[in-house]
T-cell receptor
Framework: NAGVTQTPKFQVLKTGQSMTLQCAQDMNHNSMYWYRQDPGMGLRLIYYSASEGTTDKGEVPNGYNVSRSTTEDFPLRLLSAAPSQTSVYFC??????????????????FGAGSRLTVL | RKEVEQDPGPFNVPEGATVAFNCTYSNSASQSFFWYRQDCRKEPKLLMSVYSSGNEDGRFTAQLNRASQYISLLIRDSKLSDSATYLCVANQAGTALIFGKGTTLSVSS
């Protein structure tokens, strides 16, 4: 099934551990994004990649790292996990990063989410 | 100040009711707008785009008011299956999408 695949779906970490959340899309989208969602805070952008080889910080990038070496993959690395990083993480992709309505196909498609708990 | 603001609700309505949500955006340069729907513990999914002239999709109507910088979503004849959180989204050229915190709707029988 075409779409955005995130792994793992659930993860428990101890403070100070590092890990990588994987994200892959098979829709040949140029742009990919990582959001986190916390109760009462809504979706907040962590990092995004407008196209392969480029990445940019979003609203809450501290404590995370990303890379975009292929069109399909956009992994999110937690460098040293902290309890404040307990959250639901969503990866998303779109045809272009500029969401101006030039095409009905240019919408954001999300993965199913990764639930991370840091103890 | 959050760029996109919504009343979190919850809005509790009976089946068959009409309900409307508003969302305000602070950046007058915002050019495209959307409503996403998010079911409990699921990923957000696009409900509808919001066009300047307003648009309708079945029981759902979206409106944009640029002068007052708000968008609205009207749901007619509410169904139990409409229970969800509705996310307002805006962006300007050259930026990623900014999501509101969402408005929770609960439709009861």
């Amino acid at each position: 099934n075409a779409g955005v695949t995130q792994t793992p779906k659930f993860q428990v970490l101890k403070t100070g551990q590092s890990m990588t959340l994987q994200c892959a899309q098979d829709m040949n989208h140029n742009s990919m994004y990582w959001y986190r969602q916390d109760p009462g805070m809504g979706l907040r952008l962590i990092y995004y990649s407008a196209s392969e080889g480029t990445t940019d910080k979003g609203e809450v990038p501290n404590g995370y790292n990303v890379s975009r070496s292929t069109t399909e993959d956009f992994p999110l690395r937690l460098l040293s996990a902290a309890p404040s990083q307990t959250s639901v993480y969503f990866c998303a992709s779109s045809l272009y990063w500029d969401q101006i309505l030039t095409s009905g196909a240019n919408v954001l498609t999300f993965g199913a989410g990764s639930r991370l708990t840091v103890l | 100040r959050k760029e996109v603001e919504q009343d979190p609700g919850p809005f509790n309505v009976p089946e068959g009711a009409t309900v409307a949500f508003n969302c305000t955006y602070s950046n007058s340069a915002s050019q495209s707008f959307f409503w996403y729907r998010q079911d409990c513990r699921k990923e957000p999914k696009l409900l509808m785009s919001v066009y300047s002239s307003g648009n309708e999709d079945g029981r759902f109507t979206a409106q944009l008011n640029r002068a007052s910088q708000y968008i609205s979503l009207l749901i007619r004849d509410s169904k139990l299956s409409d229970s969800a959180t509705y996310l307002c989204v805006a962006n300007q050229a050259g930026t990623a999408l900014i999501f509101g915190k969402g408005t929770t709707l609960s439709v009861s029988s």
